[in-house]
């Protein structure tokens, strides 16, 4: 029995091992490494761990920066690595402008956050076509449909300007989301650059909210969803939040009166937009309507121009 | 006398939440339910 259970130790390690041991980064050492990460000149890539680890933390100083600086000249490549794979819905926030290499991904910048005249919370996200700007939390949609795109832990980026990552740079990762209606900014999208865990006498619990990683019971993979005691968030990756400062705010001891659904809104290039309801209790997310321009006009069918929309629980193109 | 080996029943971690909500009466699906796992 001993054997058994050394052989299953030995197995479970050498698979901890294994998983920690990223193929992509080359086999000589780096240039130089930094908490969170590492520069190659060989192939001018940056790698940036955003992986389950209590103590995980990006830190990029003034010597980190010069040496990548001096040996990219510019633009380098960059490698985002996750310990999950990505699902179709996701978050990132980097210390670069960068730019996704696969057609798999694409970014949406959130700059609304309001009620309907149902009362529903809606968050609106603007398609950021290609781009991503340093210290700004976006979403990240995956296309998951496509086999290619099923099973990407490595996102790789072009990226450049670097800037630096220290205890001061957190406050810079509050995206305040503007609530037209009451004129307040009830809510924020928060980045982090460092591992989050709500435990259960976390002070924001109740108040926050985000993408499932992984299949959990009733949440799959992707879905928003409420957060609760236990749940973490690995570092360059987004949250919601409320802030509290709205008629809300008498009830946010109290989880039940925060909304349990939020639709998230995509707006298209074009105008179009795309809404999926996410029921943050039981996590199951159901397409409310069709496509809409910025009118608010219902289209009959689904634009011809190129695009995406969100059926139940998974992305078509 | 021929030893006799014994074999511990096969135990399975189940979800606390999810048991509590179903002696409550209610099922699963009824209940209030938040992730408690990795955000992506």
Same mark, same amino acid.
């Given at each position: ?12 390690a050498l698979s901890c091992l294994v998983s920690t041991v990223w193929a992509e980064r080359p086999s000589e050492d780096a240039t130089c490494e ?14 940036? #761990?955003?992986?389950? !680890?209590?103590?995980? %933390? @990006? ?9 990548? !600086? ?10 985002? #690595? ?9 978050? @990132? ?11 798999? @991904?694409?970014?949406? !910048?959130?700059?609304? /956050?309001?009620?309907?005249? &149902? ?8 398609? +950021? ?16 449909? %496509? ?5 990407? *832990?490595?996102? &790789? /980026? ?16 509050? %995206? #305040? ?17 460092? /591992? ?27 879905? /928003? ?12 990756? +987004?949250?919601? *939040? ?14 039940? #009166? ?10 298209? &290039?074009d105008g179009t937009t795309r809404l999926a309801r996410w029921n943050t209790v039981t996590g199951e997310m159901v397409k409310v309507n069709g ?23 998974? @992305?078509? *193109? | ?40």
């Amino acid at each position: 029995m001993n054997g058994k259970v050394l052989t299953a130790a030995t197995v479970a390690a050498l698979s901890c091992l294994v998983s920690t041991v990223w193929a992509e980064r080359p086999s000589e050492d780096a240039t130089c490494e930094f908490p969170g990460g590492a520069y190659y000149k060989s192939n001018n890539t940056l790698y940036l #761990e955003s992986v389950n !680890d209590e103590n995980a %933390r @990006i830190e990029i100083l003034d010597t980190t920066k010069s040496c990548i !600086d001096v040996n990219s000249s510019g633009e380098f490549n960059l490698v985002v #690595e996750r310990s999950t794979k990505l699902a179709t819905n996701s978050t @990132i926030v980097l210390p670069m402008n960068y730019s996704p290499k696969s057609s798999c @991904i694409e970014l949406y !910048d959130p700059y609304a /956050f309001t009620t309907n005249d &149902e009362g529903v919370w809606n968050v609106f996200a603007s398609n +950021a076509p290609g781009n991503g700007v340093a210290h700004r939390a976006l979403l990240m949609i995956t296309d998951t449909q %496509r086999k290619e795109c099923q099973d990407i *832990k490595e996102i &790789e /980026f072009t990226a450049s300007g670097l800037q630096l990552v220290n205890e001061h740079t957190q406050a810079q990762l509050e %995206r #305040e989301l503007h609530n037209p209606k009451s004129g307040a900014n009830d809510w924020a999208l928060e980045g982090s650059y460092n /591992f989050i865990r709500w435990d259960k006498d976390h002070a924001d619990l109740g108040k926050v909210y985000g993408y499932a990683a992984k299949d959990k019971n009733k949440v799959q993979a992707g879905h /928003f969803t409420k957060v609760g005691a236990g749940a973490y968030i690995p570092p360059m990756r +987004a949250y919601l *939040k409320y802030r509290g400062q709205t008629p809300l705010a008498k009830s946010v001891e109290s989880i039940v #009166e925060l909304p349990e659904t939020i639709d998230v809104t995509l707006v298209e &290039e074009d105008g179009t937009t795309r809404l999926a309801r996410w029921n943050t209790v039981t996590g199951e997310m159901v397409k409310v309507n069709g496509w809409y321009d910025l009118k608010g006009r219902k289209l009959n069918s689904k634009p011809q121009n190129k695009g995406m929309f969100i059926g139940n629980t998974n @992305i078509q *193109k | 006398m021929e030893k006799k080996e014994y074999k511990a029943p096969e135990m399975e971690i189940v979800d606390f939440e999810a048991q509590a909500c179903l002696l409550a009466g209610s099922g699963v699906e009824q209940t209030n339910y938040v992730y408690d796992d990795e955000l992506g």
